[in-house]
Nanobody, 113 residues
Framework: QVQLVESGGGLVQAGGSLRLSCAAS????????MAWYRQAPGKQRELVAR???????DYTDSVKGRFTISRDNAKNTVYLQANSLKPEDTAVYYC???????WGQGTQVTVSS
C-alpha cells in the first residue's frame, strides 16, 4: 500500500522560508519521479516541482529561483525548500508519485503579507 505523508507546512510572513517533507512507503522510492503540487482556494491543483530518479529537477516558472526540490533515497523522503515566500504561495501542498494517482493528505502553507 502506497503512503505519502507530508509535513512542514505552517504560517510564515512574506519573505520567510519553510521546508516541506514527504515520507513515502509502499514503493521502490529510488526509481520513481516524485513531485510537489499545490492547490490554492478556488484554483486548480498545479505542479510546483518534480525530481527524477536521477535527480534532475523541473519547476513551475513562478517558483524558479525560490524553491528547491530534493530527495533522500536512503530515507524515502522528498523535500521542498521554499524560500522568499510570497502571499501568492499560500496553498495546500501535496506530495505525489509523479504520473500516478497517489497523493499525500496535504500540508497547509500560509504566507502573510
Amino acid at each position: 500500500q502506497v503512503q505519502l505523508v507530508e509535513s512542514g507546512g505552517g504560517l510564515v510572513q512574506a519573505g520567510g522560508s519553510l521546508r516541506l517533507s514527504c515520507a513515502a512507503s509502499g514503493i521502490i522510492f529510488s526509481i520513481n519521479t516524485m513531485a510537489w503540487y499545490r492547490q490554492a482556494p478556488g484554483k486548480q491543483r498545479e505542479l510546483v516541482a518534480r525530481i527524477s530518479s536521477f535527480g534532475s529537477t523541473d519547476y513551475t516558472d513562478s517558483v524558479k529561483g525560490r524553491f528547491t526540490i530534493s530527495r533522500d533515497n536512503a530515507k524515502n523522503t522528498v523535500y521542498l525548500q521554499a524560500n522568499s515566500l510570497k502571499p501568492e504561495d499560500t496553498a495546500v501542498y501535496y506530495c505525489n508519485l509523479y504520473g500516478m494517482d497517489y497523493w499525500g493528505q496535504g500540508t497547509q502553507v500560509t504566507v502573510s503579507s
